[in-house]
């Protein structure tokens, strides 16, 4: 059992409608997914499965799997049997063959990882040639102002602390550098195409903004890269 298995309908009510997931995180992944009718995706690190099911609602054929029983089971719940769910470990090798997708996407999954370079040459694995990643993680930046007194370039391991609900969590994960994410997609043979900072939806309701958000239209909190398969 995993930490989340202890918390899993908790965190994953919590992330319906709030804006940082909701709002931002995640329809930020589904435009950078792009035209994914008809394509095999698999959302690697899919938890309760909301992305999964909304690149399932544009037309896609989803698969995805995660660490957490608990939170596999509830994305089957969501998804019904129309994704292929499994549980897996995004640092082991995956249960799929080679060249089966046409899209990945991993949403806030890779920093929970002290290595990247095993999940990376297994997603790379299981793309197709011109097949594309998209990838989101925390923002390196936000650690700086998080936690001014520390070292920006040193993998760093942190936790936090959370608020699910009446659940109370701590979250566990490592701080790298931008450069040391850029150089572990290289080294996994992934061509990177685009680094986004985007803004959060404009359909967000303006209740959930923070009132230093008064005339801007993004904030520092998540950054996306889009990587292809060569």
């Known amino acids: ?22 709002w931002y995180e995640r ?13 095999d995706v698999l959302d690697a690190g899919c938890g309760s499965g909301p992305l999964a ?4 609602d544009r037309g896609a054929r989803v698969s995805g799997f995660d660490l957490s029983p608990g939170m596999v089971a509830l994305a089957r719940e969501r ?22 997708f046409d899209i990945v996407v991993c949403s806030l999954a890779l920093h929970y ?8 040459a297994e997603l790379r694995r299981v793309l197709r040639p011109g097949g594309r990643l998209v990838v989101s993680v925390p923002h390196p930046a936000a650690y700086l102002v998080n936690y ?19 659940r109370t969590a701590t979250l566990t994960y490592w701080h790298r550098p931008l450069h040391a994410m850029t150089d572990a997609f290289t080294a996994a043979g992934l061509r990177l195409l685009a680094v986004g900072e985007p803004p ?7 209740e ?11 904030f520092v909190c998540f950054l996306f890269f889009t990587l292809e398969a060569p």
């Open 1 to 22: 059992m995993t930490d989340y298995d202890e918390f899993a309908r908790a965190y994953s009510d919590a992330n319906e409608g709030n804006l940082l997931n909701a």
């Open 27 to 39: 329809p930020a992944m589904v435009e950078l997914a792009g035209d994914v009718a008809g394509r």
């Open 53 to 56: 099911a909304a690149l399932r």
């Open 79 to 100: 998804l019904g049997e129309d994704a292929d769910l499994r549980v897996a470990d995004l640092d082991a090798p995956l249960p799929y063959d080679d060249d089966a």
């Open 113 to 120: 990882l002290p290595d990247w370079a095993g999940a990376l």
């Open 148 to 166: 001014p007194g520390r070292d920006y370039f040193a993998l760093t391991r942190y936790s936090e602390e959370f608020e699910f609900g009446d």
């Open 200 to 206: 959060w939806s404009p359909a967000t309701p303006t």
């Open 208 to 218: 959930l903004l923070p009132a230093r958000a008064a005339g801007r239209t993004a």
